[in-house]
């Protein structure tokens, strides 16, 4: 059986509501209004294996020095604590920047290194886009599994205790389910081995898309906002005046240079025209 948990926390977008997704996850806008880092709290369940995934959105300019220093405060945790598993960053003709990075941590530090990843992006006048966390109930389905397991070995103790003084023909028959039962218990075991492993160790993923923060629960929002509109548009006037003047000054300068050549021209005709009078 397997149970999937999953809370979404904190999308810091201006005047933005996501709807419930289909598969399973929830999404909550404005569910915590926080001065720093936003907490995403999760509710004790042992034997639950989390995986937690953050997208951000900061300036292209600054997504490889904040990936650069989250890669490095897992390194600083040590191998034994924090590995990272993946790593990607993209740069597109339009300067655009994608990027991904994929941790596995002790699961006692992932909750308090996602929040520390968040507040690295929010120094470099970045914001959250969205905050999850799915889970899976690791602890039942090893029961379950352990069941399937422990059947299998009693079924195949029970066929060896069968086939002492059969025939050939039962005896074979006996081999054939004593392999099936054999199998199970073997499948069973290498599954609960790769469900202990999903509780030892909890995916954490950073993924980073270019782009201006929207201080959306900023009380200063909308003059701040106002403020990056004008720089905006005073840097594309700029740019627009300086490109037109890049086209329109060469012909500019040619037709005045032949201008003064003709004025000139004309005036070294005429005198000598009155000379010649």
Known sequence: MRATVSILALIFVAGCSNPARDDGTTTADDAT??????????T??????????????LPAERIAAVQEAHAAACERLGVNRCRITA??????????????????????????????GIRAVEAAEGMVLDAQITGED?????GQLTRTRDAATADTRTIDA??????????AELERQRASATDAARTAQAAIAEQRASLAATPVVFDYRAGQAIRSFDPASPLTHAADLAVT???????????ALGVGLPPLAVALLGLWL???????WERRMAHGA
């Not at 209004?33 to 999760?42: H, L």
């Open 233 to 243: 548009s005073a840097r594309w006037t700029l740019g627009t005046v300086l490109a």
């Open 138 to 142: 690791a602890g039942a389905k090893i």
């Open 33 to 42: 209004t926080v001065d720093s880092a936003p907490g995403v709290d999760v």
């Open 87 to 116: 790593m990607r960053y993209s740069r597109d003709a339009d300067n655009d920047v994608d990027a991904r990075l994929g941790f596995l941590l002790a699961p006692e530090l992932a909750r308090a290194f996602g929040r520390d």
């Open 162 to 171: 069968r086939s002492i003084g059969t025939g050939r023909e039962a005896r």
């Open 262 to 268: 003709w004025a000139r021209g004309r005036r070294l």
């Open 44 to 57: 004790a369940a042992p034997g639950v294996a989390f995986q937690y995934h953050y997208g951000f959105r």
